[in-house]
């Protein structure tokens, strides 16, 4: 079964810290791994997407992921963090071709950066 | 440029009452679309997807049905809405690998 794990609800930090926001994922196969940002109050913004190839992803607004297949993980990072990174992460897995659009999401880490 | 747009912005409506929502995405032929439902403060889960015009896959039933009149058009829609229908009702499009994501349509059922 495929299944994607954000073991934090809730992250804390200080602005100009180093963030990063966990995610692991279970599937049998080669997968799709992507995050997405939500605004309080908006919609799902792409951030970044890992498919193949280089394992350190980079994406919109400053952020990259490093896929790691030892460990089924795909965490996002960000140096320094800014108080307007303040949202919830949507970590995301689809199961390669022929599932195109078929998302498999996590349950979200609210990010908050304090100025 | 594509664009993808939901209506309505948002709905309150009572139980039992019918629901009709609309997707339309302009500047791409033939998109796969879909929709997603999102309980407050939850995550996404989504609901159906569409390759072509007449085709609708149900993922999850959630006494909703979904259907796609024209090639830019995406319809969600019940007869009876129940109050764990609320939440925030998502339409996208994938061109490729990447999936995209309309502004969303906020459901309060009461």
């Known amino acids: 079964a495929q299944s994607v794990d954000q073991p934090d609800a809730h992250v804390t930090l200080s602005e100009g810290a180093s963030l990063e926001l966990r995610c692991s994922y279970s599937y049998s196969a080669a997968p799709y791994l992507f995050w997405y940002v939500q605004y309080p109050g908006q919609s799902l913004q792409f951030l970044l997407k890992?498919?193949?190839?280089?394992?350190v992803v980079k994406g919109t607004k400053g952020f990259e992921a490093e896929f790691r297949k030892s460990n089924s993980s795909f965490n996002l990072k960000k140096s320094p963090a800014h108080w307007s990174d303040s949202a919830k992460y949507f970590c995301a897995l689809e199961g390669g071709p022929g599932n195109t659009g078929k998302l498999i999401f996590g349950l979200g880490t609210t990010l908050q950066v304090q100025p | 440029a594509q664009t993808i747009h939901q209506w309505p912005v948002a709905e309150i409506k009572a139980v039992g009452s019918p629901l009709s929502l609309g997707c339309t995405i302009k500047?791409?032929?033939?998109?796969?679309l879909y929709w997603y439902w999102q309980a407050t403060g939850g995550t996404l889960q989504q609901l159906f997807y569409?390759?072509?015009?007449?085709?609708v896959e149900s993922v999850v039933q959630l006494n909703l049905s979904a259907s796609r009149p024209k090639d830019d058009q995406f319809i969600l829609s019940t007869e009876k809405l129940l109050l764990s229908h609320s939440g925030f009702y998502l339409c996208?499009?994938?061109?490729?690998?990447?999936?995209?994501f309309g502004k969303g349509t906020r459901l309060t059922v009461v």
């Open positions: 569409s390759i072509t015009v007449g085709q």
């Open positions: 890992y498919i193949t190839g280089d394992t």
């Open positions: 500047g791409k032929s033939s998109p796969n």
């Open positions: 996208a499009w994938s061109p490729s690998t990447e999936v995209f």
